[in-house]
């Protein structure tokens, strides 16, 4: 039986730079979550004939709001629901299934790299029919049906047994219940050359894969372990828990530092790789040596000759503003074109629709191609993998031989977190109002030759975005800072820093950064406004 039942609006329903994340108890809130999907249905409008994907990175709350959305979707008429076993997904795969069954689109609920459990966060990720996350233009509609909502609509039934494959009904719709990890995987044998990482594992090379506890642990087992034949146990946090066993699921040199120490530790493994809470970001180590994502992006857009999927050729590449000018470096020796968007994977989709680029990344730990339209942490690890394989080199030399090519940029980025929302928002517009008299300023042997904020103009569609304030030195050097997009509470301060060098490639990064951090700091006053003497998290 179809029940409608009447609901007040929340004020706090829109959505940030990947999906709407509150703290799991705000989701958990009476009406809640419904008033947001019932949200979405209403901006969508007629469900007749629509298909959804539908699965989560398992975190805490993930069972019961996947109950109450087929139960809202059965009662909105949507006709059919694709849905991970046991309501598994990870983003990447829920992208591919969107994409693969020609869907209107999907639901992956999580909070991405954000901690998880009842004390941490929650997330829902609406993708439309592009595989991808909604622009903003339909997230602001949907933001703004949120805040009129009086009702909703929901299948009065018991709930799904979620945990056995095949077809089942609730009222008209229709639930298939899918093997999370097949099509997948599939996929993965299609870009790669599963055959040449398998002799590459047989040769003895050896690696550590970190699931973080999250999502990612039955893809990489199956990938790694089974059917590449990396030994029995490269896979680590294997098993996906509610909690992600206490770890912040986000793979970089802060949360991850298990990781790294082990990696620099005499016990390291040629390689090890980790991805975050829903599978999209990750990160790539070599023995006693880091891969920045920045360079990574660029090492893989200048090894796409070794991948069978992109051999013959690829349109493009393209990063977020605030990651490091590494693959336009490669780009432009490749004559590719090298597109620059706001941070947000939802801005690389237009340009893979529209064939303008294949390769893109994040300095976020993400990177990802047009096989899907979202970022891929497993497909970056089989990339890095099949380099390897191919070349028979390090990580540390695969990475040394780009800097030696292409120049290396310096980069990090320094989060202050847990800013009150004000001071914040001041810190940003105070800081934009400086900018103009900056041109041509002098900060030792630094200087200015252009400060503004990032503005982009979508060459597809035609919207402009504001995102990030961006000082630009004639040496090449650049600050960018913004807000975070993703937080649950206060506000983050990202500052991203980028120093280009052509000779001594060498050098530790925090040394040769320090001049230009303490530019950062002094020039948005940093310190005098948060008391934060440094950042809370160096990445
Ligand atoms: C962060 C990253 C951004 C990434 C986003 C979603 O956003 O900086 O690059 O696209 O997270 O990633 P923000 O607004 O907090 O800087 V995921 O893996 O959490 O979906
Ligand atoms: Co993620």
Request: charged share 25%.
């Amino acid at each position: 039986m179809i029940k409608t039942i009447a609901t007040t609006p929340y004020a706090d329903q829109k959505m940030g730079t990947g999906g709407l994340r509150k703290k799991t108890k705000v989701m958990m809130q009476p009406n809640y979550f419904e008033n947001f999907i019932q949200s979405i249905f209403n901006t969508v409008g007629d469900m007749k004939g629509k298909v959804f994907v539908v699965g989560g990175d398992g975190r805490y709350y993930n069972q019961t709001a996947i109950q109450k959305l087929i139960k809202m979707a059965a009662a909105n008429g949507v006709k059919k629901l694709i849905i991970g076993q046991n309501g598994f997904l990870s983003t990447p795969a829920g992208s591919h299934l969107m994409l693969k069954n020609h869907t209107n689109g999907g639901f992956i609920l999580s909070a991405s790299h954000n901690p998880g459990g009842e004390n941490g966060d929650f997330g829902i990720k609406y993708a439309n029919e592009t595989g991808g996350q909604v622009p903003t233009s339909v997230s602001d509609k949907i933001y703004a049906n949120s805040k009129n909502i009086s009702e909703y609509k929901i299948y009065d039934a018991p709930d799904v047994d979620l945990s056995k494959l095949g077809t089942v009904k609730l009222g008209d719709m229709e639930i298939e219940i899918i093997d999370s990890v097949k099509d997948y995987v599939e996929m993965m044998q299609e870009i790669f050359d599963f055959d040449a990482l398998k002799k590459l594992f047989k040769s003895g090379f050896t690696m550590r894969f970190d699931a973080m506890n999250a999502v990612t642990g039955p893809y990489a087992i199956r990938i790694f372990e089974e059917i590449l034949g990396a030994a029995k146990g490269s896979v680590t946090h294997a098993v996906p828990l509610p909690d992600f066993g206490g770890l912040h699921p986000d793979p970089n040199l802060t949360y991850a530092k298990h990781l790294v120490d082990f990696m620099f530790s005499d016990k390291a493994t040629d390689f090890a790789g980790a991805n975050d809470g829903d599978g999209d970001r990750n990160m790539i180590l070599g023995r006693s040596f880091f891969v920045t994502p920045s360079d990574s992006l660029a090492i893989l857009a200048d090894n796409y000759r070794y991948i069978p999927a992109y051999k013959n050729g690829i349109y493009g590449v393209a990063k977020s503003a605030a990651t490091s000018t590494a693959v336009c470096r490669v780009a432009e020796k490749n004559n590719l074109p090298c597109y620059v968007v706001p941070t947000g994977w939802k801005y690389f989709v237009n340009l893979m629709d529209s064939k303008r680029i294949t390769l893109c990344g994040e300095e976020s730990f993400g990177s990802g191609s047009s096989h899907i339209r979202e970022k891929d942490g497993i497909w970056a690890i089989l990339f890095w993998l099949s380099i390897i394989a191919a070349t028979g080199k390090s990580v540390a030399e695969i990475t040394r031989e780009n800097w030696k090519k292409y120049g290396r940029s310096y980069y990090m980025r320094f989060d202050f977190e847990g800013l009150e929302t004000d001071v914040a928002d001041k810190l940003m517009a105070d800081l934009e109002n400086k900018l103009p008299a900056l041109a041509g300023q002098k900060f030792g042997t630094y200087e200015v030759s252009e400060a503004a904020p990032f503005v982009y103009n979508d060459p597809v569609d035609g919207s402009v975005t504001k995102n990030g304030l961006v000082i630009d030195f004639t040496n090449g050097s650049k600050i960018t800072y913004r807000l975070s997009g993703t937080g649950s509470s206060g506000a983050t301060l990202r500052v991203y820093l980028e120093r280009p060098e052509y000779k001594d490639l060498e050098e530790d990064t925090l040394t040769m950064l320090k001049d230009l951090l303490k530019i950062a700091m002094d020039v948005a006053e940093i310190t005098k406004r948060t008391g934060k003497t440094k950042a809370d998290v160096n990445t």
